[in-house]
């Protein structure tokens, strides 16, 4: 079956740091996506990995390993603006561009 | 560069009826993508239009279908509304699709439908 797993809520405090772990299992790869997503909103676009390794946007760092499975977002120098839905969606192959959502972990950033 | 718009943005139908949902993508996109999200599923992905075609379903019945235009704008269609299909639906736009592309897929903010 094809599967993505995140946790559901998480909470952190004001300028610290979070990882927020997504792991897969899907029929096909052709990439795994973080959306941030405010309450009311659309989600918005935070990274994009195909590769194994690490890519750094700013505050914002995303994790791939193909092998395991396994991503992770990490958000450095928290603010409470970050408070968001966080999602991670997977791009099968095959030809297929449509995203296989987890069904996103609720982060709370408190002072 | 204008972002993708949904038309309308809120909508209360009873159950039976139907619906037709615009999506209008970013200029230039030319894949269109549909997706309902509830609470309790979160994201699904309803189907994928490209120059026209539908490439791509989900696991959706028949109930729900769709169709793009020569301007890449598209419509979905709901009939015979059910209770559950209450829940807030999404489009994405993208530039180009396919196997090998990194393009991403840009939201528009969504229609949320409530059947009563």
């Known amino acids: 079956g094809q599967n993505i797993d995140q946790p559901t809520e998480m909470t952190a405090t004001e300028g610290a740091i979070v990882q927020i772990n997504c792991t897969y299992q899907t029929s096909g790869f052709n990439g795994l996506f973080w959306y941030q997503q405010h309450a009311g909103e659309a989600p918005t676009f935070l990274s994009y990995n195909v590769l194994d390794g690490l890519e750094e946007k700013g505050r914002f760092s995303s994790f791939l390993s193909r092998s395991k499975g396994y991503s992770y977002l990490l958000l450095k120098e928290l603010q409470m603006k970050d408070s968001a839905s966080y999602l991670c969606a997977v791009k099968r192959g095959g030809g ?9 972990t609720r982060l709370t950033v408190i002072p | 560069k204008a972002g993708v718009t949904q038309t309308p943005r809120y909508l209360i139908k009873t159950r039976g009826q139907q619906v037709t949902l615009s999506c209008s993508p970013i200029s230039g996109h030319r894949s269109v993508s549909w997706y309902q999200q509830t609470p309790g599923q979160g994201l699904q992905f309803l189907f994928e239009y490209f120059s026209e075609t539908q490439r791509n379903k989900g ?27 209450s829940a807030l639906y999404l489009c994405a736009s993208s530039l180009v699709a396919g196997e090998g592309t990194t393009d991403t897929q840009y939201f528009g903010p969504g229609t949320r439908l409530t059947v009563l």
């Open chain 1, 96 to 104: 297929a561009n449509n995203l296989f959502f987890g069904t996103g």
């Open chain 2, 59 to 85: 696991n959706f019945p028949g109930r729900f279908s769709g169709r793009q235009f020569s301007n890449s704008r598209s419509e979905m269609n709901v009939s015979t509304l059910e209770l559950g299909d």
